[in-house]
């Protein structure tokens, strides 16, 4: 199974904070941002409040924000999963899901992230760069979009609306 190229973010299985497997199929039919997170980047802040305003905005219409913590960046999420829900749900008040820390390069790098790189390579190949890497996945599970670190989530927003309306 594991050798086996997903034809779609579907046939991805991860993991909650808590452990438990979680089939991206779940999100079928809706528009996904993937953005590996770090609490403690000096993109943080503005990042996740600004995921919070497009999320507040277009959860109700079929729009998800999936987080997945990483730690590969200049150590920028040590903590626990406790800890980071801590500082994602309290500190940021992000509703979105935050999933099971993860690497996104190396080959240790999650199946999810291997899938999302081979769709979508970024300007120096396809490793991700920096914290808060953003993936604009279509409704039917391909990967239409890769943003910066630096992207601001809301000048996005144009572009989930496309694909919402879409």
Not at 43 to 62: A, F, Q, R
Request: proline residues 4%; glycine residues 8%; charged residues 30%.
């Amino acid at each position: 199974m594991a050798s086996e190229k997903p034809d779609s973010i579907y046939d991805i299985t991860v993991k909650d904070m808590s452990g438990n497997d979680v089939s991206l199929s779940t999100y079928g039919g809706k528009v996904l941002l993937v953005v590996n997170v770090a609490s403690k980047c000096g993109l943080t802040h503005s990042n996740y409040k600004e995921m919070n305003v497009l999320y507040e905005k277009y959860k109700d219409k079929g729009f998800e924000i999936l987080a997945f913590p990483c730690n590969q960046f200049a150590g920028q999420e040590p903590g626990s999963n406790e800890e980071i829900q801590e500082v994602a749900c309290t500190r940021f008040k992000a509703e979105f899901p935050i999933f099971d820390k993860i690497e996104v390069n190396g080959k240790d790098a999650a199946p999810l992230y291997k899938f999302l790189k081979s769709q979508k390579g970024g300007i120096l190949g396809d490793g991700i760069k920096w914290n808060f890497t953003k993936f604009l996945v279509a409704k039917d599970g391909k990967v239409m979009e890769r943003y910066a670190p630096t992207t601001s989530p809301l000048k996005i927003e144009k572009d989930v609306q496309k694909l919402l309306e879409a």
